[in-house]
């Protein structure tokens, strides 16, 4: 099989900083007044899962040609970048992949960024969203690095179905020992996305939920997304995240609980007994698009200004020509002040079609 070439749309287009430079104030919105916020970087695009619904073993199998070492960002420069991005307000970076604990030393990288200070002198939210079968040898070497939290992904507890959904022969024991693992160091709370899939795993909800009550996980419900245009994503496979707290409350009286933060996508909802909380992001039945302040950097340094993005900036390109930090802020400051992305609010309506100019950048490629 030949490489299957995923779309970067325009990989050759390194951001516009002429006409002068201008240094960051912490104060960057987009068209539609959205600060930016949060940056999740994707440091790897390789996985050791293939999940049906991200990294289809028909797509990314063993003649999947990934990418080449030095076409990854380095260390050094995605610590460079993300100094860049704090500058303009980013106060939480969160590192995914692909699965990020493939990436060696990915410890160092931590360290680096756990360094960083935005303009008011406050430390960073450093995270790492992870499939959870490298987490419980790690668990202590991230903590000491730095990290503050993890959030594991687990899409069942019943181990035959877990196993056919990572299509990896990987065990639910040994993701349940990476949270137990991350608990104990302090990389708390542990968060643990369900992605639900009508028809795959959402019998499942109840029992994930019996699980993870009382444990000081925080259990989160995600419907499944038509990231990218590898997955075969159909509107049927969707379980509105209504319909699994509906679910859940079968069993288990809940109460709404206020959001942590404005831009925060999911709606918590607290088990009335006191015994923990749960969460539902609902990417399809009900858009956040309004108060998204996530810009996505992807393995090999283009800037993505949403989820559904068909295009990416490169700034891998600027600075390995030579721009100085200066000139990098200003362009990422003129690609977030253009931002007007808001597809889930547009999702199936004619302005939503129009703007699809390509297929859409795979989640195994930015990150969720």
């Known amino acids: ?40 970087i994707s440091v790897t695009d390789r996985c050791n899962f293939r999940c049906v619904y991200c990294m289809p073993r028909e797509v990314f199998d063993k003649n999947y040609q990934f990418l080449p070492h030095s076409a ?10 993300a100094r860049v991005f704090v500058a303009h307000g980013v106060e ?91 608990q ?40 499944y997304m038509d990231v990218g245009a590898s997955n075969g994503w159909n509107m049927s496979e969707v379980l509105p995240s209504a319909q699994v707290v509906e679910r859940i409350a079968e069993y288990f009286p809940l109460a709404p609980l206020e959001a942590h933060t404005a831009a925060e996508t999911a709606q918590r909802w607290g088990y009335r007994d006191g015994s923990g909380e749960i969460g539902v992001i609902s990417s399809v039945t009900r858009a956040f698009c309004g108060s998204c302040t996530r810009a996505r950097l992807s393995t090999e340094g283009k800037l993505y200004l949403c989820l559904f993005a068909t295009a990416g900036h490169d700034l891998r390109g600027l600075i390995r020509g030579g721009a100085s930090d200066e000139a990098v802020a200003t362009a990422i400051a003129r690609i977030w002040e253009a931002r007007g992305d808001r597809y889930s609010q547009l999702r199936g309506s004619a302005s939503a079609v129009s703007r699809e100019d390509g297929p859409r950048v795979e989640m195994s490629y930015i990150g969720g």
């Open 92 to 182: 939480k970076i969160r590192l995914t992949g692909g699965e990020p604990l493939l990436r060696k030393n990915i410890e160092f990288l931590i360290e680096r960024l756990a360094l960083l200070r935005t303009p008011e002198g406050r430390p960073l939210d450093v995270t790492l969203t992870t499939n959870g079968s490298l987490l419980a040898r790690k668990a202590q070497s991230l903590k000491d690095a730095g990290l503050t939290r993890v959030t594991v992904s687990l899409d069942a507890l019943d181990d035959a179905l877990f196993r056919r959904m990572n299509d990896a022969d990987f065990a639910v024991a040994d993701v349940l020992d990476g949270i137990a693992a991350a």
């Open 1 to 40: 099989m030949s490489r299957r070439i995923i779309p970067l749309a325009d990989v050759s287009a390194i951001p516009d900083f002429s006409g002068g430079v201008s240094s960051p104030s912490g104060l960057l919105t987009d068209t539609l007044a959205r600060p930016l916020r949060d940056l999740r």
């Open 184 to 223: 104990a160091v302090g990389l708390a709370p542990v968060k643990v996305n369900m992605v639900v899939k009508r028809g795959t795993n959402d019998q499942e909800i109840v029992p994930m939920a019996r699980h993870f009550k009382g444990s000081g996980a925080v259990l989160r419900f995600i419907e």
């Open 72 to 81: 990854l960002l380095s260390f050094e420069e995605i610590e460079r970048l």
